[in-house]
């Protein structure tokens, strides 16, 4: 059985059809789901689908990108944490300067108070990260020694960045980006993280995995990011399936 460890199922096309979309995984041997929260209403609302749904878990947290307009709820995420049992991890939360740097201090500042949130809860953290390796890295060093577990999810870096990652012990995260063309840096840094740390997402509704570029993603197409994980390294089907699952179970505590 498989599991996609980051989706968005607070989205169309999904939301109006969570039932659908987990007969699909049915059909496709996704056993469970984790929907990430990106903002307080997405939060909100993925705790309503995870507690109407027995194989559907989430987040709550605030991404980089919302943090111009969503800072002053980080209150209100804090409450949330504790609202329900089916939360099961922070964030997605990071940092992302690919348009620029104009927000870094707010974003530094929300992505540490999730952290220590999630050292609170002794919660995992999920981690968005992009144009920002050495910042990214500055401030997971900081929490190091702490009993935090971080998820580099989508992970899109370089493989020295990749090699940083897990020395500070993190998990890495793929999605459908592998299967794309002109992903080689991706591809090599796949085949370097060990299988105790590879967990694998579909990011849907984005990121639809070849061949179905240009289509709203689904999160049975995780089946699809194991096929290529398995084929790039060289690794039978079923062993990434239970490895990548196994690795779910034990970051998230369910």
Do not use: W
């Amino acid at each position: 059985m498989l599991i996609d460890s980051h989706c968005h199922l607070t989205y169309e096309p999904m939301i109006s059809n969570i039932n659908n979309v987990m007969e699909l995984c049915h059909k496709h041997s996704v056993s469970k789901i984790l929907t990430i929260g990106t903002n307080l209403v997405t939060s909100k609302k993925s705790i309503e689908i995870a507690n109407n749904h027995k194989n559907i878990y989430c987040t709550v947290g605030l991404h980089p990108n919302e943090i111009v307009n969503e800072h002053n709820n980080f209150t209100s995420i804090e409450n949330l944490a504790h609202s329900s049992k089916k939360i099961i991890g922070i964030g997605e939360t990071g940092l992302d300067f690919h348009y620029g740097k104009e927000n870094f201090l707010i974003q530094i500042e929300m992505f540490e108070k999730q952290i220590n949130l999630a050292n609170k809860l002794s919660k995992p953290v999920v981690v968005h990260t992009r144009s920002a390796d050495e910042e990214t890295l500055s401030v997971l060093k900081k929490y190091s020694n702490t009993n935090n577990n971080f998820i580099i999810h989508c992970f899109t870096g370089s493989v020295k960045f990749c090699e940083k990652l897990l020395n500070l012990g993190c998990y890495i995260s793929f999605s459908g980006i592998i299967t794309f063309k002109n992903t080689e840096e991706i591809i090599q840094s796949l085949k370097i993280v060990p299988l105790d740390k590879l967990l694998i997402e579909t990011d849907s509704p984005y990121l639809s995995p070849v061949p179905f570029r240009g289509k709203k993603n689904m999160p049975s197409n995780v089946k699809i990011v194991a096929e290529k994980v398995s084929s790039v390294k060289n690794i039978p089907f079923e062993d990434i399936a239970k490895h990548t699952t196994d690795n779910f179970y034990k970051i998230f505590k369910i």
